[in-house]
Nanobody, 114 residues
Framework: VQLQASGGGLVQAGGSLRLSCAPSGRMSSMGRMGWYRQNSGKQRELVATITSGGSTVYGDSAKGRFTISRDNAKSAVYLQMNSLKVEDTAVYYC?????????WGQGTQVTVSS
């Protein structure tokens, strides 16, 4: 089972993007889901996570601009990104904790131009 992310792309500063992520097959005992991002030469950083009950945690860079949500029926997690900045440019990775494992998606590139 793989996590498949989509929705990345090129957008101008101030614009919006919506990322989506879901497993390619059945994944049981899905718990926390979320998004991290990484720029070349930098550590992967938290963007946002959400529990199966809907509790959310946001990284400082995402607060007030990004919204994470999930659809438990579809086993999907979403990231609505508004007011994008050039510094949001990164590869965005989705993740899910299922059972005792953490699964990562392949990453989707988000590029914000000035």
């Amino acid at each position: 089972v793989q996590l498949q992310a989509s929705g990345g792309g090129l957008v101008q500063a101030g614009g919006s993007l919506r990322l989506s992520c879901a497993p390619s097959g059945r994944m049981s005992s899905m718990g926390r889901m979320g998004w991290y991002r990484q720029n070349s030469g930098k550590q992967r950083e938290l963007v946002a996570t959400i529990t199966s009950g809907g509790s959310t945690v946001y990284g400082d860079s995402a607060k007030g601009r990004f919204t994470i949500s999930r659809d438990n029926a579809k086993s999907a997690v979403y990231l609505q990104m508004n007011s994008l900045k050039v510094e949001d440019t990164a590869v965005y990775y989705c993740m899910v904790v299922a059972g005792y494992r953490t699964y990562w998606g392949q990453g989707t590139q988000v590029t914000v131009s000035s």
